[in-house]
């Protein structure tokens, strides 16, 4: 049964948005009991919500790897600070877990607020409410005339624009961070005389970046001198008041035509400050302005922490291992941070963008453009609502690799002897798992296919070599072979080229020794069976299959090989002379695929190309008329017909030559005489 083997943990969930939420000074608030939670995480993974570690409940991540789940109505969460966690898990029960997410809940409105005074002039109105709640103020027709955020001593002063020098009844209200709103209270102004118009602060200016003058009222900056501005009743003198002090900062005259006017401040310490300004003109001195705040913040975040980069293209998805390749050109960053930084993303040294960071921490980030493929060093910085830039993270190797090349089968290995070794494309083999290897890029894992059937995978190794040998034994026939790359980056390879093999275990027929023939002087012609010969290289004919090898055997040792023709007829001559003496001839044979055959009978011969020694003539003898007996050398005879005696070599054959004439012969018995009558 085929299986997959996973262990990479899921992308690590991310739990972008609290329903009924607010940031305020850093910390979450929501003011319902079960708020609703959304976020992301890898497709189709099931994540699993958790509060102060208990489980609350569970959802499957759709295929745009969203999620959304809400605190169940029986079980809500009480008025105070909770952790909240996200374990993803995927199908083959991997788990990765979220940062904390730590949440007020707040469902418990303030109380109304209470007003203390109004300043001559008409602003500010100055009051006390529940610590950390913001008021506001609203005059006829509930237009908002100033808000302010309670200290911590549950003191407020809201700059009201227009000063509210007519007698008229404002409504005050208070909310929390969480959201929670107050009853209304009510205020009736007293008339007062007529004052000059309350100056204005427009902005608190930061010069200490690189992009000029940015307006900072009301947000946090690095730069703790910053630059006042504002307008007045032309010529006016303007007052300036810091962080509510009665004590001024400082004076500056209004332009006389346009009514501007501009104060640098003093060096700052770190955190919240508030400026407000009068104008006097003629001895008469206006109303407050609102208040014009800015935090000084001039330590930079710590250095933010790569989450997770995810790769959602191809075959191969989820989270990527710094170093290791993935097919997925603007793969998606995420991690967690500082509500309200900012999150910069470099490759090396230049900016690929910047993403900020959600009211519970998240942040991610799809690069802007494909990239192409190549190794990329990616860092991250975190930019404070100051302007205040940490140190780089540590860097995250990005490879991408789009490509992979197409695999190549290059040979297979036939070890079922007799022949054993490769077999080339469109061979013959007698080997029914033959191991078959080739090329790919490093790493990558090959799948073979014979047809269109998955004989197996393999890894090919660091210099892309790769082997396999099929688990399943091969039918007769013809097989091809074909396979495809797919690599550490998912990317899948074209199809690679045919390698055909046919699988053959049936031996050929046994080949037949028709005929063994002897063309040296002598005895020339075929041989029978058991004959000498003086032929040390008598030519062998006979049969076999067509396309098959013969391999003669002498004595069980093979001399030499003779290919069959297409009419199925061979001969074979010894490229060496026979050694002298008895041999015993035989075949077998060979197809294409290396199965051999039966063995032929033997064909017997003895082999003999040493010439006798020379015949002795002992006598000639006489036994015609009244002188018989020897004959001397030389001497007389009337016997036309004498008897030839002498000696010679066992079984050799004497012929008698009387003037150059042949006129018998005879076998040397064995004894190593004969006996010839002419």
Do not use: C
Request: proline letters at 8%; glycine letters at 12%.
């Amino acid at each position: 049964m085929p299986f997959t083997i996973d262990t990479v943990p899921p992308a690590i969930p991310q739990l972008l948005e609290i329903s009924d939420s607010t940031l305020a000074n850093g910390t979450l608030y929501a003011n319902s009991s079960t708020p609703t939670l959304s976020g992301t995480g890898e497709p189709l993974s099931t994540v699993t919500v958790s509060v102060d570690g208990n489980p609350v409940g569970e959802v499957q991540v759709n295929a745009q790897g969203q999620w959304t789940l809400p605190i169940p109505v029986g079980t809500p969460l009480s008025d105070t600070t909770h952790t909240l966690t996200v374990v993803a898990r995927d199908a083959a029960g991997n788990t990765s877990q979220s940062g904390p997410v730590s949440v007020v809940i707040d469902t418990d409105a303030p109380d109304a607020p209470a007003v203390t005074d109004i300043v001559s002039g008409g602003t500010p109105l100055t009051g006390t409410a529940e610590a950390g709640t913001t008021i506001t103020v609203t005059g006829p027709n509930n237009v908002v005339l100033g808000t302010a955020v309670t200290n911590a001593q549950g003191q407020f002063s809201v700059a009201l624009t227009p000063p509210q020098s007519d007698a008229v009844t404002l409504t005050l209200t208070a909310s929390d961070p969480a959201g929670n709103l107050s009853g209304p209270a009510t205020y009736d102004v007293p008339a007062t005389p007529a004052l000059p118009d309350v100056p204005t602060i427009d902005a608190i200016l930061d010069d200490n970046g690189t992009g000029g003058n940015v307006n900072v009222k009301g947000g946090s900056s690095n730069d703790a001198t910053p630059t006042l501005t504002g307008t007045a009743i032309p010529g006016s003198l303007v007052t300036i008041y810091l962080d509510g002090s009665t004590t001024a900062l400082g004076t500056v005259t209004a332009d006389a035509t346009s009514g501007a006017w501009t104060f640098p401040v003093s060096t700052l310490g770190e955190g919240s400050h508030s400026f407000s300004v009068t104008a006097t003109v003629d001895g008469q001195t206006s109303g407050q302005s609102p208040a014009a705040t800015v935090n000084i913040d001039l330590t930079p975040p710590a250095a933010p922490v790569f989450g997770t980069l995810v790769d959602d293209v191809g075959t191969i998805t989820g989270s990527v291992v710094s170093g290791r390749p993935t097919d997925d050109n603007q793969p998606v960053l995420s991690g967690t941070a500082t509500p309200g930084d900012v999150i910069n993303v470099f490759s090396g040294d230049t900016l690929l963008g910047s993403v900020p960071v959600s009211a519970t921490g998240a942040w991610s980030f799809t690069l802007p453009q494909a990239l192409d493929d190549g190794t990329y060093t990616l860092t991250l910085s975190a930019t404070d609502p100051a302007g205040n830039e940490s140190l780089r993270s540590d860097p995250f190797s990005l490879v991408v690799d789009t490509v992979t090349a197409t695999p190549v089968i290059t040979g297979a290995n036939d070890d079922v002897g007799p022949v054993t070794g490769n077999v080339a494309s469109g061979g013959f083999t007698n080997d029914n798992t033959p191991t078959l290897s080739g090329s790919a890029e490093a790493g990558s894992s090959v799948a073979i296919y014979e047809g269109s059937r998955l004989l197996g995978t393999v890894l090919a190794n660091a210099s892309g070599i790769w082997s396999f040998t099929p688990t399943t034994v091969l039918a007769e026939g013809e097989h091809r072979f074909t396979a495809i790359a797919t690599d550490t980056a998912g990317n899948v390879s074209p199809l690679s080229g045919e390698y055909v093999l046919t699988v053959d275990m049936t031996p050929p027929a046994t080949p037949v020794l028709v005929s063994v023939n002897d063309d040296v002087a002598g005895n020339t012609g075929p041989l029978v069976n058991g004959q000498l010969t003086n032929d040390a290289r008598p030519e062998l004919t006979g049969t076999g299959v067509a396309g098959s090898t013969v391999h003669i055997l002498d004595n069980g040792i093979e001399i030499g090989t003779a290919l069959v023709n297409v009419s199925g007829s061979w001969s074979f001559i010894p490229t060496s002379d026979l050694a002298q003496g008895a041999h015993a001839l035989r075949v077998n044979a060979t197809d294409a695929a290396g199965n051999v055959s039966g063995t032929s009978p033997a064909f017997s011969l003895n082999v003999d190309t040493v010439a006798p020694l020379a015949p002795v003539l002992s006598s000639v003898v006489d036994d015609v008329g009244t002188i018989t007996g020897t004959i001397n050398n030389g001497g007389i005879t009337n016997d036309n017909r004498p008897t030839f005696t002498g000696t010679g070599e066992a079984g050799s054959t004497v012929r008698v030559l009387v003037d150059g004439q042949e006129i018998g012969s005879a076998v040397v018995n064995a004894s190593g005489s004969l006996d010839l009558y002419a």
